[in-house]
């Protein structure tokens, strides 16, 4: 099936310094593509791969499950550690529930997390229909585009396949059950006026997490998709700042980069 126009995974070598991005549900590379791409530009490894059953058509994603999902983030994790000192996810949306996932299953081969609006629990009284509706309607009207900056959009599905959306609900199950696992230093930007994933999901994860090194960043001017609205800038570089103070090597590679 052809992929979806800049729905193709990207990824760059660069310095001992890795980034795995990981996008969200029904979306795809597109929505992380400049963040990627400005890591790359400060000389750091990065790799941001598509998610299985995303970037072509919803049907495909009903065949896939959020195993299949975690699957693909696990082996990017595993690919960037062979080849970098330090490895760090930054996510986005259902992208941040596989980041927390990764970062308990894998302790200290995660150096941090960075999450833009993560979604780990339902903010949809009706997911309790999702057992049953899934075997009577296959889908319902997507959540992707929600971007308050003119002109911007979002690479992604017009509709939610309902047994991905199950799915999805199991993965949320999980993550909440290990969030305490999760010690990780981390980096948290929320927008207060998101329209597809509440505040009470960053709430949960930061009242959770075991983290000691927390820090929480709002993107004010921007809905969803944060990172292309108006706060991209903000999140790439408090992203860049953060790595940098955690890896001082990365440091050094952007200069070497630019130099």
Do not use: K
């Not at 029904?26 to 400060?42: C, I, N, V, Y």
């Not at 693909?72 to 996510?91: K, P, T, W």
């Not at 090194?213 to 609205?229: F, G, I, M, P």
């Amino acid at each position: 099936m052809p992929l979806l126009p800049g729905a193709e995974p990207f990824r760059q070598q660069g310095g001992r310094t890795g980034v795995l991005l990981v996008h969200g549900f029904t979306g795809s590379p597109q929505s992380m593509r400049p963040w990627a791409e400005r890591l790359a530009a400060a000389g750091l490894t990065v790799s941001l791969p598509l998610l299985p059953g995303h970037g072509t058509r919803w049907q495909d994603m009903q065949l896939t499950r959020w195993e299949d999902w975690y699957a693909e983030v696990d082996r990017g994790l595993r690919e960037l550690a062979e080849q970098c000192d330090q490895v760090f996810v930054c996510a986005l949306s259902m992208g941040g529930s596989l980041a927390l996932h990764l970062a308990a299953q894998h302790g200290p081969a995660v150096a941090g997390l960075v999450l833009v609006n993560p979604s780990v629990r339902s903010d949809n009284p009706a997911s309790v229909l999702l057992p049953v509706l899934r075997h009577l309607v296959p889908s319902i009207p997507g959540v992707a585009n929600d971007i308050a900056l003119d002109g911007a959009a979002e690479v992604g599905y017009d509709r939610t396949p309902l047994h991905a959306a199950w799915s999805l609900g199991r993965l949320w199950q999980t993550v909440q059950a290990e969030l305490a696992e999760v010690r990780q230093p981390v980096l948290l930007l929320h927008s207060p006026q998101d329209h597809v994933v509440s505040p009470a999901n960053s709430a949960l994860v930061l009242a959770r997490i075991s983290s000691t090194d927390v820090t929480e960043l709002l993107c004010e001017r921007s809905y969803h998709v944060a990172t292309l609205d108006h706060d991209a800038e903000l999140i790439f570089e408090a992203s860049l700042d953060f790595i940098r103070r955690l890896a001082p090597l990365a440091t050094a590679e952007a200069e070497n980069h630019l130099g």
